[in-house]
């Protein structure tokens, strides 16, 4: 059995590619025998080749995701191509993303999306409000599933010569791979991450710095931590080590969903509804604080409060995953009874 994957091709993006092997994980393990097809999702925007709707059409079924599908970057999709499509659509835990200051998106890129969804046999998403900006332009609610993000079911691998260091471990992500806005709050966000990071140093912490795009290396050095080891490895390994941290504050949404399903606590800081959308779907509104009401002293208090609270959050974000495995699995179990 063929199966056609559309998806997010930014492989220098640990979040991008971190998905991408969650997903082709899970359709693995639910189709043994199957053959994975890769097709870039901008192509969807520009228009698949002749080639590759042959090539979708000759599959068992054509599944989209997961990833924030739903953004300005890969609207409007091209309605010839969407219409070109034979064999069964599947949309795999998407998600709408929308960063601060962004422009709203256009009606005819929101009309695309509703055509990619009317032409979809099966419509899962990662969070309610993905499902929620679905609905309001006029998907109907029952044909949309919310099922969590797929990359919090990635399977880990511990690095070659690996060692635990440090007896407190908190490690720190920033957003600097393409968020037009990041700039404007650049100040507030180092200023308040150096200050999150010189107390806990002072307790005797261990700094990570977990890298998720090249571009980072541009502004990480910025950071004052006296000692920051910088963890940039591939997905599996990456997720591992968020797995031996007490706590990580992350921006990238990739950097606190792999730490999520690692089980470590988190804390965010929210450049994008995304951010938002994830802690609200795990039923913790109260992990984040968006990037322009950010300070030095409410960054503190909320890392001070959530490592205290380590061990409780550890013991939900556990459960929580189970959940998101469950609707999983009962999804897979629709496309399996889709294509028998």
Request: net charge positive.
């Amino acid at each position: 059995m063929t199966i056609a994957h559309l998806h997010v091709a930014d492989t220098k993006n640990r979040g991008d590619v971190a998905i991408v092997l969650a997903v082709q994980e899970l359709l693995r393990k639910k189709f043994p025998r199957c053959r994975i097809l890769d097709i870039p999702l901008d192509h969807l925007k520009k228009g698949l080749s002749r080639a590759e709707i042959a090539t979708i059409n000759r599959s068992a079924f054509a599944l989209i995701g997961g990833g924030g599908i739903y953004y300005r970057y890969f609207l409007p999709f091209d309605y010839k191509s969407i219409h070109a499509i034979t064999t069964p659509i599947v949309l795999f835990g998407v998600g709408y993303i929308r960063e601060l200051g962004a422009r709203p998106l256009a009606q005819h890129e929101i009309r695309s999306a509703i055509a990619l969804n009317q032409a979809a046999t099966l419509s899962s998403v990662r969070d309610d409000y993905t499902k929620a900006w679905l609905v309001r332009h006029g998907v109907p609610s029952r044909t949309v599933q919310v099922i969590g993000d797929p990359a919090a079911l990635l399977s880990e691998q511990k690095p070659q010569h690996f060692s635990r260091s440090g007896t407190i471990r908190v490690g720190v992500n920033l957003n600097y791979s393409g968020w037009l806005g990041f700039g404007r709050y650049q100040e507030h966000i180092i200023k308040s991450y150096n200050e999150v990071t010189r107390y806990f140093e002072s307790r005797g912490a261990s700094i990570f710095y977990l890298q998720h795009h090249p571009d980072e290396r541009r502004i990480y050095p910025q950071l004052a931590a006296k000692k920051m080891q910088v963890v940039f490895r591939a997905p599996r390994e990456q997720k591992y080590i968020y797995g031996t941290m007490d706590m990580i504050i992350g921006m990238m949404l990739h950097s606190v969903v792999l730490a999520f399903g690692a089980g470590t606590p988190i804390v965010t800081v929210g450049y994008d509804l995304r951010n938002t959308s994830f802690v609200r779907f795990i039923k913790h509104p109260e992990l984040v604080i968006r990037a322009d009401q950010l300070s030095s002293k409410s960054l503190l208090l909320l890392a001070q409060t959530v490592y205290r609270r380590r061990a409780a959050y550890r013991t939900d974000f556990s459960k929580r995953k189970k959940m998101i495995a469950r609707a999983h699995a009962t999804f897979l179990k629709k496309i399996q009874e889709l294509i028998v």
